[in-house]
């Protein structure tokens, strides 16, 4: 599949797991987005590096994002995050481990298992990292600021 394909499945995947999630319908775009962009990153940076290393990298995108967006629209990170990190997740990888698993190949499903698990861990230091980044970073550039941002609102006489 082309790489316009494969964003395109990215970004409708990112949105079939938005429903799944009950996403409230006004944020499908961004979700989808979020998710698409994510792949994106991923397909771009695969050729230079490792599968779990283009994961890192997709991951920290998707998590930007996903905080930028949740501020935006003040609403929960969540909504965001958890669609979009879908496209990313190993999920054939595990699935192949079982199935190894079941018909005893069990060098196969430990090779699996292991990149499997790499990739999930690429996936959580990414999103670690990501939210170690103050929350007032993302609020830059927007008009209301709340009191736990370190600014102090207009004094009152």
Known sequence: ??????????????????????????????????????????????????????TLAGTVLVVLLSRLCAVRRKCPVTLFLIPGIIPLV??????WTAYYIVTEQMDRAAQTGFEAVKIAVAIVLGIVFVFQVPQKVFRIGTKNRTAGDGKQGPKKS
């Open 1 to 54: 599949m082309n790489l316009a394909g494969q964003i395109l499945a990215a970004v409708m995947g990112t949105i079939g797991f938005s429903v799944m999630f009950s996403v409230p319908r006004e944020y499908y775009p961004l979700c989808g987005l979020v998710g698409g962009v994510g792949w994106l990153v991923y397909c771009l940076t695969l050729p230079q590096t490792s599968p779990e290393g283009a």
């Open 90 to 95: 190993p999920g054939g990888g595990v699935y």
